[in-house]
Nanobody, 119 residues
């Protein structure tokens, strides 16, 4: 079992910045990758950014160049630095960790943190 706790959401004006944090606990050695997803009202949850155990990162095209994902293994934490925020970035952001790959993949989710960008 893996537990994830997010923090750092809030209200910001367009063009501003926010930093999300996620702390993992439990069976952290089994985690293959961690990332951030978001879900806006009426839309499906989508991948924002991910970082795998080897350090490689992956970003949604809509946030590339504006968002940056990083991790601190000593603190069992992953972060999402969000710059140049746009109103369309408004969503609930969820921390994700997964174990296994392919059919053996199992996803864990945090409780979500609201990010609201005003125009």
């Amino acid at each position: 079992q893996v537990q994830l706790v997010e923090s750092g959401g809030g209200l910001v004006q367009a063009g501003g910045s926010l930093r999300l944090s996620c702390v993992a606990s439990g069976s952290i050695l089994s985690i293959n990758a961690m990332g951030w997803y978001r879900q806006a009202p009426g839309k499906q949850r989508e991948l924002v950014a991910a970082i795998i155990s080897g350090g490689s990162t992956n970003y949604a095209e809509s946030v590339r160049g504006r968002f940056s994902i990083s991790r601190d293994d000593a603190k069992n934490s992953v972060y999402l630095q969000m710059n140049s925020l746009k109103p369309e970035d408004t969503a609930v952001y969820y921390c994700n960790a997964h174990t296994g790959w392919g059919h053996g993949r199992y996803d864990y989710w945090g409780q979500g943190t609201q990010v609201t960008v005003s125009s």
